[in-house]
């Protein structure tokens, strides 16, 4: 069937992503209005079955499967070149804007589905340039083949990629995207000269990191009047910080991002069988000023005093999650963020930790900090060793990222570092004497690959641990 580059943005997601996340770590508690939804996932049960396995798998080769088609029918097009029109530099960068997907997609595969990224020589995830026979089998590559065809795809999106102008060209691929792209790759990968390179260039390029003033009470949780900068990235009223962002517009059958915790709105009313953790609200309430306890907790939470002493926590202790505050007409949607420039800050902390410049990172933490903080400039964090320095990133991400897709994937890679692993409270879950994490290096860390690939597909190998 034919393809436009159109199509391809329409199936690109990362809601599975955000909500695995969100479901198997800490950022999430047990809500209201919960009636089994998310329990046997929110309780570390993963395997083959998962649903999520199932839905990432599928989204991000459908992305694949589409960019795969439009290369294919794009070869047999000339572009127009006359003497009143060239459409040469639009048509390479069609095709620039669609292998630079692709390549996210493989790499979203390859972060979720293989054990070590950091591993060339790694199980990675079937790798096909082509539109495959429908009864096509194929096995894994190798981590090292993957990241070869997305480092190709990356260099010819660069090579030939015009930037769109104009107020949304953020919800396209960019320059600035491609740098972010590889900056957060090269982060996974362990490569920290290269994603050191690429963070500052979109540092460099802007846009600026996102300030949390000026503060107004009374239109801060405003659907369309917001003043807050912050709080604006949110609702959709402005760009702010947002280096790529996914269209999802009132119109169409978009899927709604805050429909994996609500029913109805996110608020307390809601229907919320999901809400926010209560170690993640505490840690963005400690620091007065936070503007992300405001912008990420909606005004008509239940926040109780002494949660621990509740008898029914999960209904008289409810964090409505507002990360996601939906459109008026359209409340459980908004668009996806997949590059903020706060990530670039904390992809270049990183980077000085494993060159053991600790102050350096330091300076990156406080400058998130200080652009969160209401009232106040914040103080420089001293850090004794490098691991107290991956604790403190892995907690300010925690903080910054949360129901973005990070948590899960930062828990695998810093966790080891941090000496830090998933952080629930007890009174997260209905019951109340479960498990509250599984160590960091459990094979739980790295995603199944799901039971309907496996039974169609005998040269599939399955990740260890799930046998």
């Not at 209560?278 to 949660?307: C, H, K, M, W, Y």
């Not at 990133?393 to 570092?417: A, N, Q």
């Amino acid at each position: 069937f034919p393809v436009t580059i159109g199509d391809v943005y329409g199936r690109l997601s990362n809601t599975n992503e955000i909500l695995f996340t969100a479901v198997f770590t800490d950022e999430c508690g047990i809500g209201p209005n919960n009636g089994g939804q998310e329990l046997d996932l929110h309780q570390f049960v993963l395997n083959q079955s998962t649903g999520y396995a199932s839905s990432l798998w599928a989204s991000h080769y459908g992305v694949i499967n589409r960019v795969n088609r439009l290369l294919q029918a794009a070869a047999t097009i000339t572009p127009v070149v006359n003497d009143t029109v060239d459409e040469t530099e639009r048509y390479n960068s069609i095709l620039a804007e669609a292998k630079a997907l692709r390549a996210y997609s493989y790499f979203q595969l390859l972060t979720y589905f293989s054990t070590d990224l950091t591993d060339d020589s790694a199980l990675g995830v079937m790798l096909f340039e082509d539109v495959p026979p429908i009864d096509v089998k194929l096995p894994r590559s190798t981590n090292g083949e993957v990241f070869a065809l997305i480092e190709s795809d990356l260099a010819f999106a660069e090579a030939n990629l015009v930037d769109r102008t104009g107020v949304t060209a953020y919800k396209y691929v960019s320059t600035n995207m491609i740098n972010a792209f590889r900056a957060r790759m090269y982060l996974y990968r362990k490569n920290y000269t290269l994603a050191k390179q690429y963070a500052q260039a979109v540092v460099s390029a802007g846009p600026a990191l996102t300030i949390a003033t000026p503060y107004v009470a009374a239109n801060f949780y405003s659907e369309t009047a917001s003043t807050n900068p912050y709080r604006r990235i949110w609702a959709d009223l402005s760009q702010g910080e947002t280096i790529f962002a996914l269209s999802r517009p009132t119109g169409g059958s978009w899927g709604n991002i805050a429909s994996g915790f609500f029913f109805n709105t996110t608020s307390a009313t809601g229907g919320a069988f999901l809400d926010m953790g209560r170690n993640l609200f505490d840690q963005l309430a400690e620091t007065n000023g936070d503007i992300r306890r405001l912008a990420f907790v909606d005004q008509s939470s239940l926040i109780a005093a002494n949660p621990l002493t509740l008898d029914n926590p999960n209904r008289d202790d409810v964090l409505v999650i507002d990360k996601y505050p939906g459109k008026p007409t359209q409340p459980l949607r908004n668009d996806l963020k997949l590059f903020r420039m706060s990530e670039m800050y904390f992809i270049l902390a990183e980077c000085a930790v494993a060159e053991n410049q600790l102050p350096v990172a330091a300076g990156y933490i406080k400058n998130i900090r200080d652009g969160r903080n209401r009232l106040s400039a914040q103080p420089l964090p001293v850090y004794a060793d490098q691991q107290q320095a991956w604790a403190d990133i892995l907690k300010e991400r925690r903080k910054e990222l949360c129901f973005e897709g990070h948590r899960y994937i930062d828990i695998k890679r810093v966790g080891p570092l941090a000496n830090k692993s998933i952080d629930r409270s007890i009174i997260d879950d209905i019951i109340q004497t479960l498990p509250t994490t599984i160590p960091n290096n459990d094979y739980r860390f790295t995603m199944p690959i799901p039971q309907d690939e496996i039974q169609a597909n005998p040269t599939i190998q399955q990740n260890p641990g799930y046998n």
